[in-house]
């Protein structure tokens, strides 16, 4: 029955999260203490919404201090395990946005490029016009124009080739260091 209660109170209280009543999660998180007080469920939901600053076992230390300070001692009977999970897991889905940011920048920078690539290629076109009509003053125009116009489109072309060699790096760089964290994951498992 007590887990039974255990259960619903965490179901509530990620409810309650959701509806942005932290009040009313707190006190349902503080029941499931009262009866368990090493459960992670609802550490780790006290942790999400009251210390983005902290680590989590900073902030389950320093919140076990000042509301429950003779339980502490039940807290270092846990193992680290578990909260480095969840440390490494936070660790994760922070790396996945970095990635998915820097594919959308590199996405950016590749339309860039298309774009510049499509404008240098026009470009060149009017200094070919210009070239058979160099004679007249509309063909001079078009070759000083075109030619401007190339050196424009070249350098946007090249610098877009940058951003997303820049780009490419740092998802690469992050995807090593998620592919470190998931190792320790499992190790941990």
């Given at each position: 029955?007590?887990?039974?209660?255990?259960?619903?109170?965490?179901?509530?209280?990620?409810?309650?999260?959701?509806?942005?009543?932290?009040?009313?999660?707190?006190?349902?998180?503080?029941?499931?203490?009262?009866?368990?007080?090493?459960?992670?469920?609802?550490?780790?939901?006290?942790?999400?919404?009251?210390?983005?600053?902290?680590?989590?076992?900073?902030?389950?230390?320093?919140?076990?201090?000042?509301?429950?300070?003779?339980?502490?001692?039940?807290?270092?009977?846990?193992?680290?395990?578990?909260?480095?999970?969840?440390?490494?897991?936070?660790?994760?889905?922070e790396l996945e946005k970095q990635i998915a940011s820097w594919e959308r920048y590199?996405?950016?920078?590749?339309?860039?490029?298309?774009?510049?690539?499509?404008?240098?290629?026009?470009?060149?076109?009017?200094?070919?016009?210009?070239?058979?009509?160099?004679?007249?003053?509309?063909?001079?125009?078009?070759?000083?124009?075109?030619?401007?116009?190339?050196?424009?489109?070249?350098?946007?072309?090249?610098?877009?080739?940058?951003?997303?060699?820049?780009?490419?790096?740092?998802?690469?760089?992050?995807?090593?260091?998620?592919?470190?964290?998931?190792?320790?994951?499992?190790?941990?498992?």
């Amino acid at each position: 029955m007590m887990n039974q209660n255990i259960s619903d109170w965490l179901i509530a209280a990620k409810e309650e999260i959701a509806k942005n009543n932290l009040r009313g999660a707190s006190v349902l998180l503080k029941q499931v203490l009262d009866q368990d007080f090493t459960n992670l469920d609802a550490w780790q939901l006290l942790h999400h919404f009251l210390a983005s600053n902290e680590t989590f076992e900073q902030f389950q230390t320093s919140f076990a201090q000042k509301y429950y300070p003779s339980k502490v001692y039940l807290l270092k009977n846990t193992g680290n395990s578990a909260s480095k999970k969840y440390e490494l897991t936070l660790k994760l889905a922070e790396l996945e946005k970095q990635i998915a940011s820097w594919e959308r920048y590199n996405e950016e920078q590749k339309k860039l490029e298309d774009d510049a690539k499509r404008q240098l290629n026009w470009s060149w076109a009017g200094v070919i016009v210009g070239i058979f009509l160099a004679p007249i003053i509309v063909g001079i125009i078009l070759i000083v124009a075109g030619l401007l116009a190339v050196g424009t489109q070249n350098h946007k072309r090249d610098q877009a080739r940058n951003n997303q060699t820049n780009a490419l790096a740092n998802i690469e760089k992050l995807k090593q260091s998620m592919a470190q964290t998931r190792a320790e994951l499992s190790l941990l498992s």
